[in-house]
């Protein structure tokens, strides 16, 4: 079974600076994708950024840049240059091999950007 | 915004009561999933349809049921709420195939609905 693992409830972070929430994952399938979505207070999931597997080189997304360690099974989101609006839920998840198949979500980080 | 649609984005009822839960994917998306969020659980998969045909069945109580229409809409309905069913329901819908792992698979979210039984 995949697992996703969280391991900071909470972070906070001065506006401007950079910020890595960390993810951990348990899998024995060689091939995987990796997705982080942002929970806004608002509530809807917006998705962020995707990691595959066999990617050779780290995914970014304007601010967001994944730093993907495969022998440590570790995803961790890295986001440049923080700012107000990034104070939100953020979860790590992991899709099983099949394209067509669900989301397993980990309990997610609150990060808090400080002015 | 995702392209998913959910209505209602609030829903407000008693213990006991019924309801319906609808959701149109993405133009051309073929797979819904509906997720649950509580404060408790977490984010949990509940169920998915492909092509109006039932996937995958996560943790979903026998109290709930879904469908996928024709048209591609899915509905979950929820019957006999306790409190403890309050929670965030998401459905979202991603593309058909993609090789395992590979791009264009990102599952997109609707807005959610809120579900508080009383």
């Known amino acids: 079974a995949q697992k996703i693992t969280q391991t900071q409830p909470g972070m906070f972070v001065q506006e401007k600076e950079a910020v890595t929430l960390d993810c951990t994952y348990d899998?024995?399938?060689?091939?995987?994708?990796l997705f982080w979505y942002k929970q806004p207070s608002s509530g809807e999931m917006i998705f962020l950024i995707y990691q595959g597997s066999y990617d050779q080189q780290n995914a970014t997304e304007g601010r967001y840049s994944l730093n993907f360690q495969k022998a440590r099974k570790s995803a961790n989101l890295v986001i440049s240059a923080s700012q107000l609006g990034d104070s939100a839920m953020y979860f790590c998840a992991m899709r099983p091999p099949s394209g067509n198949t669900p989301l397993v979500f980990g309990k997610g980080t609150r990060l808090s950007v400080i002015a | 915004d995702s392209g998913v649609t959910q209505t209602p984005k609030h829903l407000i009822t008693a213990t006991g009561q019924r309801v319906t839960l609808r959701c149109s994917p993405r133009s051309g998306d073929l797979s819904v999933y509906w997720y649950q969020q509580s404060l408790d659980q977490g984010l949990q998969f509940l169920i998915q349809?492909?092509?109006?045909?039932?996937?995958a069945k996560g943790n979903i109580l026998e109290r709930f049921s879904a469908q996928q229409f024709p048209d591609l809409h899915s509905e979950l309905n929820l019957s006999s709420l306790e409190l403890g069913d309050s929670a965030l329901y998401f459905c979202?819908?991603?593309?058909?195939?993609?090789?395992?792992?590979?791009?264009?698979?990102?599952?997109?979210f609707g807005p959610g609905t809120r579900l508080t039984v009383l």
């Open positions: 899998t024995s399938d060689p091939s995987y994708g």
């Open positions: 349809y492909y092509n109006g045909e039932e996937r």
């Open positions: 979202a819908s991603s593309v058909v195939g993609g090789l395992a792992g590979g791009p264009g698979n990102e599952q997109f």
